[in-house]
Nanobody
Framework: QVHLAESGGGLVQAGASVRLSCVAS????????IGWFRQAPGNEREFVAA????????YYTDSVKGRFTISRDNDKNTVYLQMSNLKPEDTAVYYC?????????????????WGQGTQVTVSS
């Protein structure tokens, strides 16, 4: 069993930056792929970004490219989502998820474990 805990959310103004963290349990963290998803009120959960276990393997949905950066620190079992130039449409609950087989996926079914989420609210 792998446990995930997100943190770093909050209320910010448009244009601000926020860094989300996701700390995971598990002895083989470095082999996991990690994804960030988000769910806005009334919407389905959607893919935001993912990072594989190999250097440079990062992926983003088009709406966040150039604004969000995903990274990982395997020594700390932590994945980060640096979000810049935030927009009101980025308001959502953000979830991190782990793929044990290390394969990056842009769909929920590709992930095995999920955190509880952290709220990010961007005011205009």
């Amino acid at each position: 069993q792998v446990h995930l805990a997100e943190s770093g959310g909050g209320l910010v103004q448009a244009g601000a930056s926020v860094r989300l963290s996701c700390v995971a349990s598990g002895r083989t963290f470095s082999s996991y792929a990690i994804g960030w998803f988000r769910q806005a009120p009334g919407n389905e959960r959607e893919f935001v970004a993912a990072i594989g276990h190999t250097v440079g393997s990062t992926y983003y949905t088009d709406s966040v490219k150039g604004r969000f950066t995903i990274s990982r620190d395997n020594d700390k079992n932590t994945v980060y989502l640096q979000m810049s130039n935030l927009k009101p449409e980025d308001t959502a609950v953000y979830y991190c998820a782990i793929s044990e087989d290390g394969l990056v996926a842009g769909i929920e079914d590709g992930y095995d474990y999920w955190g509880q989420g952290t709220q990010v609210t961007v005011s205009s």
